[in-house]
């Protein structure tokens, strides 16, 4: 007889649609029953949309069956969660995919892997295109390990909450901001379900008063999760910067975020070969210590720009520590210039893109 181990055990080789996780993992499966040769499941899917309901009843149905001994299987979906997500999406103040009022364009800062230096990219993005004169707020959608808040210091405004549940973004360095690490203690570590991280982000768009601004840079988790799968079904995004640095492993994990972004139909706008290269401010002497070039030449192979280098520079390092991004401790160095070229790109190839038809991220070379 199989037992309610042998079910779940079965339930997590199903794949909640859409996503790259597991129905187990995502805490959708609410209750598993076994009475003999009979099996019902509850599922707790988070939405309303019939098309990805039957998906998933039939891939449940079709794992269940497989199994000896079980003769018959009923799979449940609670009508209560459901029916709430629908309410909220027909109360929210946008529709999927809609613009946020306000808003004219919403770029994109993503890695395939951690350590790369992404969040680095979009909080000096951020600033220099402020320093064009652009109105910009900054979304720190990294929900498992905001450094946005650390990266920019102290605000001058801090976030606040209104009278009528809207959230006002803190203010740093010109910048409007929010983040998730505004709202919990430095030490705590935020452990959610992916349904619980998609909530947050409709809470940060539809509810947080971004007031008018040319330019929202959204800093997104490293890979290919759920925070990006919601935004890009939540928010029409102009593009994604990538950042990469240019040793090989880091190379074939920005591929697989070039590939997702492409399904989603969001344009690559730009590489950025970030650590490109060390530079001895004594002797000048360069030292390629994660290799160099893969980021241009992962532009080139899959017919992506390439936005520049920027090299390891202590003074990026203690900038992001202490609280003083380069674009503002250093404006007139030669890396802070480089960031105004990056931003400068990105605006260009938003423009470009929509001045000319629709189309869909470039697609995929192969990669030798």
């Known amino acids: 007889m199989a037992t309610i181990d042998d079910i779940r055990a079965r339930l997590a080789q199903v794949i909640y649609p859409g996503y790259q996780r597991d129905i187990v ?6 209750d598993v029953e076994v009475a003999g040769e009979r099996v019902r499941v509850t599922l707790t899917p988070g939405t309303a949309k019939t098309d990805v309901l039957e998906t ?5 149905l079709a794992a269940l069956r497989s199994l000896p001994d079980v003769r018959e299987v009923e799979v449940r979906v609670d009508g209560a969660e459901a029916r709430a997500d629908a309410e909220r999406a027909a109360a929210s103040p946008f529709d999927e995919r809609a613009p946020l009022p306000g808003v004219a364009r919403i770029v994109a800062v993503a890695s395939g892997k951690g350590g790369v230096g992404k969040s680095t ?53 010109g910048l409007r901001v ?24 409709q809470q940060f768009l539809g509810d947080v008063d971004w007031g008018e601004l040319d330019y929202l840079v959204c800093d997104l988790p490293p890979g290919t999760g759920d925070v990006q799968l919601s935004l890009s079904q939540l928010i029409p995004i102009a593009g994604a910067v990538m950042v990469t640095t240019p040793q090989e492993i880091s190379i074939i994990d920005v591929v697989k975020g070039i590939a997702m972004f492409e399904k989603v139909e969001i344009p690559i706008l730009g590489i950025v070969e970030n650590m490109s290269y060390y530079k001895c401010p004594a002797c000048g002497h360069t030292d390629e210590i994660f290799s160099h070039g893969g980021g241009k030449r992962l532009a080139q192979e899959c017919g992506a720009r390439f936005f520049g280098e920027i090299p390891i520079d ?29 931003a400068t790109e990105t605006a260009l190839e938003i423009a470009r893109n929509v001045l000319s038809k629709p189309k869909r991220s470039p697609r995929l070379a192969v990669i030798k």
């Not at 909080?123 to 652009?134: K, P, Q």
């Open 121 to 173: 990219v979009a909080v000096n993005l951020a600033l220099a295109l402020a320093r064009y004169g652009a109105k910009v707020g900054l979304l720190d959608a990294d929900v498992f390990g905001p450094s946005i808040p650390t990266m920019l210091g102290a605000p001058e405004v801090p976030a606040s909450a209104t009278k009528d549940s809207r959230i006002t973004p803190a203010v740093h360095h």
């Open 314 to 342: 202590t003074r990026i390092r203690f900038g992001g520590d202490a609280g003083v991004p380069l674009v503002v401790a250093a404006p007139d160095s030669e890396n802070a210039e480089r960031f105004m070229t990056i």
């Open 25 to 30: 993992t995502l805490g959708i499966v609410r």
């Open 178 to 201: 929010i983040s998730v690490g505004f709202f919990v203690d430095k030490g705590e570590a935020v452990v959610w379900r992916g349904p619980m991280v998609h909530r947050l982000l």
């Open 56 to 60: 998933l009843r039939g891939a449940v």
